[in-house]
């Protein structure tokens, strides 16, 4: 009797701490089902970047590569526009980016703020926009929209309003004057209403990353568990036979008794919701392993440090040739595949094309190079499945308006980690590799919580109408759980 006494006063006293929270939960989960936490996506990125003119490259990307220690990593490198010029911008391993112009060889110092108004405003021209009246560039390390660790690289940032009826703010990089963010007025409202509530999102909060790791995981398994207290005490108190007073099932009344029902029919969703949500933060780094694919990778591209790269430099010839023909390229980046340097050429976010040396094998593509190249790298045996798919997987899809390319190389692999690799068919570069646990991982978290099976996601708006009615359901149990609580700790009146 003790330990039942001890589930009842746990789930009571824990639903009373939880409930506002559960339900706010549910309804921000609807609101971020249609308004995503503010990112540039690829496609605003590139709209606002001009066509490169090949008469402006002057200078190889040579000369900023013979500056760098040659066994530095190169993350990525790519020829864009900053600043209204031509510029090459390499990420090293150490996070450190390296801008040198290429028109005239000039390296590009710390940005100011006047820089970041010229390339605000350039980028809002190429949007049909312009920056408001008496625009300025503040300077800022961080506020409530760029509190991602992707933008740590670009600090301190610079915002500038635009004038336009959206109230569009952009945040331009102070390490190579890029814009990397922009809000409206829309998602900042909207997302108080969601992801900032759903993920416990203030900035003063979440710029202490192990804080708010751990404030997710404890709330989560306090909620987990009066769940759980709330399930036992729901089964334990239902009568299907030998009703109560005759013909209820349970044997509350009111609020209480639609407490009681609603726990029932909403259990085994709330365990899932609760346990995928807890699941999402790794805790106590049960999905962690070693990391996947990092010497296929290496295998794949033949290495990445600068000396590689300094090996393979194309003649700007060649390079000029390619931007005089065919459709107008906005950006170049460059990529290895198996020890050999090519190019990419970007149109938009939707077209873009390899650039293959003059002596690469006539007979074979970025794919097919990529498949051997991996094939060696492991041992005999070893891919016992490698297909070009023209549609998404269930591990590798697109879904909230995230487009990814298509086709892919998809390579399985046997051994303890089960890899799987995703080829970009058109590049050969590798765009995702996951390892069983991943893909555990990716059941128990996007599945459970956010219900992105083929089935359904595939048939929109029928994922809509499910989800939203699960979650209805939840915040309907949530609200029985606030009256509930309510009643409990309202002031008694003296008789």
Request: net charge positive.
């Given at each position: 009797m003790k330990i039942k006494r001890w589930i009842y006063l746990t789930h009571r006293w824990l639903g009373i701490g939880m409930?506002?929270?559960?339900?706010?939960?549910?309804?921000?989960?609807?609101?971020?089902?249609?308004?995503?936490?503010?990112?540039?996506?690829?496609?605003?990125?590139?709209?606002?970047?001009?066509?490169?003119?090949?008469?402006q490259l002057r200078v190889p990307v040579s000369r900023l590569l013979e500056r760098l220690p040659p066994e530095g990593e190169v993350v990525s490198l790519r020829l864009t526009t900053v600043l209204e010029r031509p510029a090459y911008v390499l990420l090293d391993g150490s996070g450190n980016r390296h801008v040198l112009f290429a028109d005239n060889g000039e390296w590009l110092g710390e940005v100011g703020?006047?820089?970041?108004?010229?390339?605000?405003?350039?980028?809002?021209?190429?949007?049909?926009?312009?920056?408001?009246?008496?625009?300025?560039?503040?300077?800022?390390?961080?506020?409530?929209?760029?509190?991602?660790?992707?933008?740590?690289?670009?600090?301190?940032?610079?915002?500038v309003p635009l004038a336009d009826a959206a109230g569009t703010e952009l945040y331009v990089s102070s390490r190579t004057a890029e814009v990397v963010r922009d809000t409206t007025s829309r998602e900042r409202v909207w997302n108080w209403l969601g992801a900032n509530l759903h993920w416990l999102y203030p900035m003063q909060l979440r710029r202490h990353p192990t804080l708010w790791h751990w404030v997710i995981v404890v709330l989560s398994i306090i909620g987990l568990v009066s769940i759980v207290t709330g399930g036992i005490v729901g089964v334990q108190r239902l009568r299907i036979?030998?009703?109560?007073?005759?013909?209820?099932?349970?044997?509350?009344?009111?609020?209480?008794?639609?407490?009681?029902?609603?726990?029932?029919?909403?259990?085994?969703?709330?365990?899932?919701?609760?346990?995928?949500?807890?699941?999402?933060?790794?805790?106590f780094g049960v999905f962690s392993a070693r990391q996947p694919g990092v010497d296929v990778k290496r295998a794949l591209t033949g290495g990445t440090t600068v000396a590689d790269h300094r090996?393979?430099?194309?003649?700007?010839?060649?390079?000029?040739?390619?931007?005089?023909?065919?459709?107008?390229?906005?950006?170049?980046?460059?990529?290895?595949?198996?020890?050999?340097?090519?190019?990419?050429?970007?149109?938009?976010?939707?077209?873009?094309?390899?650039?293959?040396?003059?002596?690469?094998?006539?007979?074979?593509?970025?794919?097919?190079?990529?498949?051997?190249?991996i094939t060696a790298s492991l041992p005999p045996g070893a891919v016992v499945d490698a297909r070009e798919l023209q549609h998404y997987d269930n591990y590798y899809y697109s879904h909230h308006q995230r487009w990814r390319p298509l086709p892919v190389l998809r390579m399985r692999t046997s051994g303890p980690l089960g890899s799987w690799f995703y080829i970009d068919a058109s590049?050969?570069?590798?765009?995702?590799?996951?390892?069983?646990?991943?893909?555990?991982?990716?059941?128990?978290?996007?599945?459970?919580?956010?219900?992105?099976?083929?089935?359904?996601?595939?048939?929109?708006?029928?994922?809509?109408?499910?989800?939203?009615?699960?979650?209805?359901?939840?915040?309907?149990?949530?609200?029985?759980?606030?009256?509930?609580?309510?009643?409990?700790?309202r002031p008694r009146r003296a008789p």
């Open positions: 409930c506002l929270l559960m339900a706010m939960w549910f309804f921000t989960g609807v609101v971020m089902m249609y308004v995503g936490f503010p990112a540039l996506s690829v496609s605003e990125r590139l709209q606002g970047l001009p066509v490169l003119e090949p008469a703020a006047r820089q970041a108004l010229r390339a605000a405003a350039q980028f809002a021209a190429s949007h049909g926009l312009a920056l408001a009246p008496g625009a300025r560039a503040e300077s800022l390390a961080m506020d409530q929209w760029t509190v991602s660790s992707s933008l740590h690289g670009h600090r301190p940032l610079y915002r036979r030998r009703r109560y007073r005759g013909r209820d099932i349970t044997p509350y009344r009111g609020m209480m008794k639609w407490h009681h029902i609603l726990g029932l029919v909403t259990l085994v969703f709330l365990l899932t919701f609760m346990l995928s949500g807890l699941l999402s933060m790794n805790p090996r393979d430099v194309p003649a700007m010839a060649h390079l000029h040739g390619a931007l005089s023909r065919g459709e107008p390229v906005r950006e170049v980046r460059w990529l290895r595949l198996g020890g050999r340097g090519y190019q990419v050429l970007i149109a938009d976010a939707h077209r873009y094309r390899a650039l293959l040396p003059p002596d690469w094998p006539a007979d074979a593509t970025p794919a097919d190079l990529a498949r051997r190249a590049t050969g570069e590798l765009l995702q590799w996951t390892t069983t646990k991943n893909r555990v991982q990716r059941w128990l978290y996007h599945g459970l919580h956010s219900l992105d099976f083929a089935f359904l996601i595939n048939r929109r708006p029928l994922w809509d109408a499910v989800v939203i009615a699960l979650s209805a359901l939840g915040m309907a149990l949530s609200g029985s759980s606030v009256i509930v609580a309510w009643r409990r700790l």
